[in-house]
């Protein structure tokens, strides 16, 4: 059987070695990463019964992660195609990808790189700044080593503070987003904002971002939004046809891989689960309690809770995250023939993107009480990072929906850390003896 572990010790470290050190890694720390990498995925993912036999695609994506993606974005920049790295779901890669350049997710969802951000940062920050930073600081993400520009955004005050440090180690640059977005106003603004980042991209590109360019590459971006929205769709049956652990995984790729080659792989996967919904196959028992986690989003390799959940005998059958309903929820709706009027239609869509950061937030509370109903949820598990005052303020109001909705909610704030594993687990298992104890009655 495929083997991660196996893949990324012996044939990536020898393979890549010379390509790791032509984008100045730390080559030492970085093997550490991927042997615990390998191990982690192999101990949560190979184990899992009755996959779907396109997952086969997805376990060779995570094989290659460090490897063979980092080949092709290398190969291609040799070619004088730029990389821009991105942390938000904000940065409007559709414009990225028009100036002729890739769009990259960074990493963040790591505790290996907390210590050597804590050795700058304050301990009490969110992870996922810490571990963005830390990776940048201990070059073991070979997605930042191969970035020509990282994007930013002023949407939580942590990363708006921590893009200032980390210009110092890479040109960084930061699109302002208005948190009131549903205003004349704020609309204006942001749509200045994506057409200051049109220009700078076309300076660090070379190329012009002309409307033909724009409309291609709004399509390229819309379909691989709509195969992630089919993906969702066919997790709402029941039983869910494949696991909430692979749910997420393929939204997190979707961040790293060519968007034409995953958008194809991840059509023909949802093929596979059609014709599984028509069989009646699932992953988990039939009565299994169905949650959707919202929240935080769960960048690679974060799959702490989803593992918890999951081997309780849940199922997880959708995230409310941008790593998840958040990114592929609405489409650019290409109106009109000029570059501008396809910037405002960026701008349309990107402003619904319900960031709790924005104020207020009232979308994201309908969105979560019409994905419980999609989704026949019979509980929601609500996430946040520690130190996420924006997703944890929040909750207040979403709990308060929840019970008015009757919709049973459990809060969990972690970090990335599995010290507090054990505990979360205890909570999940109360949690749902709750749901069960409901559906009794
Ligand atoms: S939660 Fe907000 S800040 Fe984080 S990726 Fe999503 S839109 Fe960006
Ligand atoms: S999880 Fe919260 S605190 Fe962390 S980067 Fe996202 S919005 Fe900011």
New binding site residues.
């Given amino acids: 059987m495929f083997s991660i572990a196996t893949a990324s010790e012996k044939a990536m470290s020898e393979k890549y070695i010379e390509l790791w050190k032509s984008i100045d890694m730390d080559i030492e720390k970085h093997n550490i990463l991927l042997n615990a990498l390998g191990q982690f995925y192999g101990s949560i993912y190979l184990p899992q019964k009755n996959r779907p036999q396109k997952m086969d695609y997805f376990n060779w994506v995570v094989s290659e992660v460090h490897g063979g993606r980092i080949k092709e974005l290398n190969d291609q920049r040799a070619l004088g195609k730029k990389v821009v790295g991105a942390?938000?779901v904000y940065a409007p890669e559709e414009l990225v990808f028009a100036a002729g350049a890739n769009m990259v997710g960074l990493c963040?969802g790591a505790d290996f790189s907390v210590p050597d951000a804590e050795a700058v940062l304050p301990r009490n920050?969110?992870?996922?700044?810490k571990s963005f930073y830390g990776f940048r600081l201990n070059r073991t993400c070979p997605y930042f080593q191969s970035s020509d520009l990282v994007v930013g955004e002023t949407?939580?005050?942590?990363?708006k503070k921590v893009y200032e440090l980390l210009s110092e180690l890479i040109p960084t640059y930061v699109i302002e987003i208005p948190h009131r977005p549903d205003t004349q106003q704020g609309k204006e603004f942001w749509h200045k904002e994506v057409e200051a980042f049109k220009i700078k991209l076309e300076e660090v590109t070379g190329n012009k971002i002309t409307a033909e360019g724009l409309k291609a590459s709004i399509e390229l971006i819309n379909n691989k939004r709509k195969a992630l929205k089919r993906l969702s769709d066919l997790r709402a049956h029941s039983p869910s046809p494949i696991s909430g652990l692979d749910g997420l995984l393929i939204n997190q790729i979707s961040f790293m891989d060519d968007p034409k080659r995953f958008t194809e792989k991840v059509n023909n996967l949802c093929d596979e689960l059609e014709q599984r919904v028509k069989d009646g196959v699932g992953v988990a028992a039939k009565n299994a309690p169905r949650i959707i986690v919202a929240g935080?989003?769960m960048a690679v390799p974060n799959w702490k809770l989803h593992s918890i959940v999951q081997a309780t005998g849940a199922t997880i059958v959708s995230e409310e995250s941008?790593v998840g309903t958040r990114y592929f929820t609405d489409l650019v709706e290409p109106k009109g023939d000029s570059v501008d009027e396809l910037l405002w239609a960026i701008v349309e869509k990107y402003s619904k993107i319900p960031?709790?950061?924005f104020t207020p937030n009232d979308r994201r509370i309908q969105s979560i009480e019409a994905l419980a109903g999609q989704f026949k949820a019979d509980g929601i598990i609500y996430y946040?990072?520690q130190?996420?005052?924006?997703?944890?303020v929040e909750g207040v109001k979403v709990d308060r929906a929840m019970k008015a909705k009757d919709i049973p909610m459990l809060k969990i704030e972690t970090d990335y850390s599995m010290g507090d594993a054990p505990q979360i687990q205890t909570r999940v298992e109360a949690f749902l003896e709750i749901i069960a104890g409901k559906k009794q009655a």
Avoid at 125 to 129: D, E, G, R, S
């Fill in positions: 942390f938000c963040g920050l969110c992870p996922l700044i949407t939580c005050d942590g990363k935080c989003p941008c960031c709790a950061c946040t990072l130190n996420c005052h924006d997703y944890n």
